[in-house]
């Protein structure tokens, strides 16, 4: 009886690993869209505008959230209400990401440049986010606490709206080396948020992304 047990044990187990997976990744996907409708909102408030010309910007997580005060040409103190997002998404850690279902997510804003940088410890912005730039660009990336374990697939959005996605299996637990244009298409840095995402094509980190099917 034990042996028959331990059979139809061993069995099951793929299932319920694969069938876990897949909510985690369905939540994973549910959670960029809340973030990119968040993003919206939050530039249409006009609440966050660094050098005061009255175009609102995009928001770290923390700020979108309400988490943390949106930066503003004051310096004041004003923060996003109502907002879209849990308070959790503010609980930034200190490589600038959060873990929600068995996925690890990570927003960046642009600098001066048009790099990249990720939101500080707790869910602030970067001094060094450019005001300008933040009008146009924003981008996410979610990938699992364990490739294999909690999630197959990498998934990134940006402004543009739309989401993709990479099965490569190089993006894993806390502080992956994932950079801001690592799903954008090649012929620029991949610390740079400026392009069009890779769609069945290898993107700036050498992995095919591709867009996600509704």
């Known amino acids: 009886m034990l042996a028959i047990i331990a059979i139809i044990a061993t069995m099951a187990l793929p299932i319920f690993l694969s069938s876990k997976i897949s909510a ?7 959670t960029l869209r809340l973030i990119g409708q968040a993003q919206v909102q939050f530039a249409e408030s006009d609440i966050a505008d660094g050098d005061g010309n009255g175009a609102g910007e995009y928001g770290t997580l923390g700020e979108l ?14 923060f996003f209400k109502p907002h879209v997002l849990s308070p959790v998404f503010g609980i930034i850690s200190p490589l600038g990401e959060f873990m929600r279902h068995g996925y690890y997510f990570r927003l960046y804003l642009p600098d001066g440049s048009g790099d990249g940088l990720r939101e500080l410890p707790g869910g602030g912005a970067d001094a060094a986010v450019d005001p300008s730039r933040a009008e146009s660009i924003w981008c996410v990336y979610a990938w699992p606490a364990k490739s294999g374990g909690t999630g197959r697939r990498t998934f990134f959005t940006n402004q543009s709206g739309d989401f993709y ?8 637990g806390a502080g992956a080396p994932i950079l801001p244009g690592a799903a954008l298409e090649a012929g620029s840095p991949a610390t740079s948020m400026q392009g069009q995402p890779a769609n069945n094509v290898a993107g700036r980190d050498g992995n095919v992304w591709r867009a996600l099917s509704d």
């Open 65 to 78: 959230s309400g988490s943390v005060a949106v930066r503003a040409a004051n310096g004041g103190t004003q």
């Open 165 to 172: 996605f990479t099965d490569a299996d190089m993006y894993s």
């Open 24 to 30: 985690n990744e369905e939540a994973a996907i549910a």
